[in-house]
C-alpha cells in the first residue's frame, strides 16, 4: 500500500518562508501532487513533481526525491490568505484503485500577523 | 480554470431519504471520481471511474453507488441515507496521466 506523512500543524509569520514536508512510501511512484485546500472548500491545484528536483511557480516551489521518498512545498512571502491545509498527494504505478491518489492528512498552516 | 460542478452545495435531509449528488465537467475528461471529507481529515476515494460505462470502488467502502452513463455526468446516489453517512463530498475529474485533478466544490451532506 501507499503510506504518507506530514506534520499536522506548523505556524508562520506574515512575509516569511515555511517548508512543508512530506514522506511517502509507496511502490511504483509515479508523481506527487501538492494541493492547498481552504476550510470549507475544495482543493486546488499547487505542483506536481515527477522527477527530482525543484519545480517553482510564483511563490509556491515544490522539491522532490523519488530515492529518499521526500518532498517538500516551501511557501515564500507568506501572506494571511495562505492559512490553509496543504495536502501531499502521491500516485502509483499500480493498476486499480491504487492507481488512484492517495493524500495525506494534509498541514493545517496558519499565518500569523 | 477547471470547470467543474457539483449540486446540491448543502443538504440536509432525514433518514431513510434516497439522496443523489450531481457532479458535472465540461472539460470532456474521461477520469472522475468522488471523495469523501470530514472536517479536519483526509481525503478518501471511494468511487471512480475511467469513463463511459466504468465505475470502481475506491479505497474506502461505501454505500452509495455511481452511474457513468455520458462523459461529463458521474452522479452519486445513496438509496438510502443514515447520519453515519454525514460528510462532505468532493468530485473531481483529470484529463490525461500528467494533469491534476480539478475539485469541484463539494456537497456537505447532513443527515438528521
Known amino acids: 500500500g501507499q503510506n504518507i506523512d506530514q506534520p499536522t500543524e506548523m505556524t508562520a509569520t506574515e512575509g516569511a518562508i515555511v517548508q512543508i514536508n512530506c514522506t511517502y512510501q509507496?511502490?511504483?511512484?509515479?508523481?506527487l501532487f501538492w494541493y492547498q485546500q481552504h476550510a470549507g472548500e475544495a482543493p486546488t491545484f499547487l505542483s506536481y513533481?515527477?522527477?527530482?528536483g525543484l519545480e517553482e511557480k510564483g511563490r509556491f516551489s515544490s522539491f522532490l526525491s523519488r530515492s529518499k521518498g521526500y518532498s517538500y512545498l516551501l511557501l515564500k512571502e507568506l501572506q494571511m490568505k495562505d492559512s490553509a491545509s496543504y495536502l501531499c498527494?502521491?500516485?502509483?504505478?499500480?493498476?486499480?484503485?491504487?492507481?488512484?491518489?492517495?493524500f495525506g492528512s494534509g498541514t493545517q498552516l496558519t499565518v500569523l500577523p | 480554470e477547471a470547470d467543474i460542478y457539483q449540486t446540491p452545495r448543502y443538504l440536509v435531509i432525514g433518514t431513510g431519504k434516497k439522496i443523489t449528488l450531481e457532479c458535472s465537467q465540461t472539460?470532456?475528461?474521461?477520469?472522475m471520481y468522488w471523495y469523501q471529507q470530514d472536517p479536519g481529515m483526509e481525503l478518501h476515494l471511494i468511487h471512480y471511474?475511467?469513463?463511459?460505462?466504468?465505475?470502481e470502488k475506491g479505497d474506502l467502502s461505501s454505500e452509495s453507488t455511481v452511474s457513468r452513463i455520458r462523459t461529463e455526468h458521474f452522479p452519486l446516489t445513496l438509496e438510502s441515507a443514515r447520519p453515519s453517512h454525514t460528510s462532505q463530498y468532493l468530485c473531481?475529474?483529470?484529463?490525461?496521466?500528467?494533469?491534476?485533478?480539478?475539485f469541484g466544490d463539494g456537497t456537505r451532506l447532513s443527515i438528521l
Open positions: 472539460m470532456g475528461h474521461d477520469k
Open positions: 513533481n515527477v522527477l527530482d
Open positions: 473531481a475529474s483529470r484529463g490525461t496521466e500528467d494533469q491534476p485533478q480539478h
Open positions: 509507496t511502490s511504483g511512484f509515479n508523481g
Open positions: 471511474s475511467y469513463g463511459v460505462n466504468s465505475t
Open positions: 498527494a502521491v500516485r502509483s504505478t499500480r493498476s486499480g484503485s491504487a492507481r488512484q491518489l492517495t
